[in-house]
């Protein structure tokens, strides 16, 4: 009768990752899309969420599924109007209390700069820098000397356009505010990250893109499913403490990006 082999050593072959529960997370931007996606994975790994979004239904469909798999609750809310970050922050601290992530995503579509009358590019402005910007000064403030921050951003960065001069050149300023900021408060023990996604199927694609069109082309790989970012997001949250992933780009794999 052959002896069995001994066992190996295994304690080598893996980085000891921390898990979730037991967290609480803030995102903007959390009722539909990509944010919606964050929150509901987060929930169903036992973070507690707080989110926001514009739109009253769209906020109370998101509750309705984080309430399924998990803990959550949020406010309706427009980050471009004055007074409105600070008002989901301060909401998000009466729910949450001690909240230790912040997804900070919320964002709205904009064209070509010639496309675009000046309302329209100072309200884009509004949401997909500043509010972005003044989330994470509140951010900063609030964690003091732990947490996560990771910030949305976008793949026209990496393919630049004439058809999304705005939103790429937004964009292009959370990628490298992300990247400093990261820097800045790194040795304080907070965490910075960028996930940086391209096509992805949403409300955010419409109408360019209609919904049976999405769905026709996740099904063919020619697209993503928000829910592949959200995937992204967790590796990205539970990596050691010691590590960021500073930038994670996600790319639909059949592609000519």
Not at 48 to 73: Q, S
Request: aromatic share 6%; charged share 25%.
């Amino acid at each position: 009768m052959m002896a069995k082999p001994e066992k190996t050593d295994l304690s080598d072959a893996h980085t000891a990752r921390p898990g979730l529960s037991g967290r609480k997370a803030i995102v903007t931007g959390g009722t539909t899309g990509i944010g919606r996606a964050i929150a509901v994975l987060l929930a169903s790994e036992g973070v507690e969420v707080f989110i926001c979004g514009r739109n009253e239904d769209h906020l109370a469909d998101a509750l309705e599924r984080i309430g399924e798999v998990g803990k959550g609750n949020g406010i309706a809310c427009d980050l471009g109007e004055k007074g409105e970050v600070e008002r989901f922050f301060s909401e998000a601290g009466k729910t949450l209390g001690n909240w230790d992530i912040a997804i900070i995503n919320a964002a709205v579509p904009a064209e070509g700069l010639a496309d675009m009358d000046g309302d329209e590019v100072r309200y884009a402005l509004a949401v997909d820098f500043t509010a972005y910007v003044m989330s994470a000064h509140r951010a900063v403030d609030h964690l003091q000397d732990r947490g996560d921050i990771l910030f949305t951003g976008s793949y026209s960065t990496h393919k630049l356009g004439p058809g999304s001069t705005v939103y790429a050149g937004v964009k292009s300023g959370i990628h490298g505010f992300a990247e400093a900021l990261r820097r800045e408060v790194s040795q304080k023990g907070i965490k910075v990250g960028l996930v940086t996604p391209a096509l992805t199927g949403s409300d955010f694609q419409k109408p360019d893109i209609s919904p049976e069109e999405q769905a026709d082309r996740i099904q063919d790989e020619t697209m993503m499913r928000a829910e592949d970012i959200a995937v992204g997001v967790h590796f990205m949250l539970t990596q050691p403490r010691r590590t960021v992933v500073q930038e994670m780009v996600l790319v639909q794999r059949d592609t000519d990006a």
